[in-house]
T-cell receptor, first 116, second 113 residues
């Protein structure tokens, strides 16, 4: 079984400031890692994913994340945020095994609020 | 190309009734998953269908069921509705598995009164 902990439920920042949203995971097997964003009254949109290879993953909208196997973390970063980045962000993991690699386990979410 | 389409967007039902939600995946996607999102429990996996077969199942009571048709469209059914079933139900589709990424629909907001 896997679990995901997002360390901050709310992160307020000013426009053009850098931001880091923290995510730790626990799993007894190898996993894939994901970050999703949810805007109000909408579904989830995939920001980026780590499958293998380079531990630094670049996604859409200027976001990137770094996979740290020893610390079992997958923190999301953006060097300069915009008002439009205000949304809820979810970290998720899934099992690498083919038969069970269709289930995403999500963290509780981090509400990012960008203030002018 | 068209995204994942969920219908209806909003639904109000009475306790004890049953409800059916529909999901049309992206063309060519054979895996369809369902999630329940509530303020208290967050995002929880309900089940996943692949080529008309349930391949994966979460920890929900038997009142929650689903199916997938030959064109990959999926339906989810909840019988004997309870107040706690009020939630946003999200459908997601993928070519095969999380490796290929899941695309989510906008969800169906179910309110049980």
């Amino acid at each position: 079984a896997q679990s995901v902990t997002q360390l901050d439920s709310q992160v307020p920042v000013f426009e053009e400031a850098p931001v880091e949203l923290r995510c730790n995971y626990s799993s007894s097997v190898s996993v894939y890692l994901f970050w999703y964003v949810q805007y109000p009254n909408q579904g989830l949109q995939l920001l980026l994913k780590y499958l293998s290879g380079s531990t630094l993953v670049k996604g859409i909208n200027g976001f990137e994340a770094e996979f740290n196997k020893s610390q079992t973390s997958f923190h999301l970063r953006k060097p300069s945020v915009h008002i439009s980045d205000t949304a809820e962000y979810f970290c998720a993991v899934s099992d690498r095994k083919e038969t069970s690699g269709s289930r995403l386990t999500f963290g509780e979410g981090t509400q990012l609020t960008v203030n002018p | 190309k068209a995204g994942v389409t969920q219908t209806p967007r909003y639904l109000i039902k009475t306790r004890g009734q049953q409800v059916t939600l529909s999901c049309s995946p992206i063309s060519g996607h054979r895996s369809v998953s369902w999630y329940q999102q509530t303020p208290g429990q967050g995002l929880q996996f309900l089940f996943e269908y692949f080529s008309e077969t349930q391949r994966n199942k979460g920890n929900f009571p038997g009142r929650f069921s689903g199916r997938q048709f030959s064109n990959s469209r999926s339906e989810m059914n909840v019988s004997t509705l309870e107040l706690g079933d009020s939630a946003l139900y999200l459908c997601a589709s993928s070519l095969d598995s999380t490796f290929y990424g899941y695309t989510f629909g906008s969800g169906t907001r179910l309110t049980v009164v």
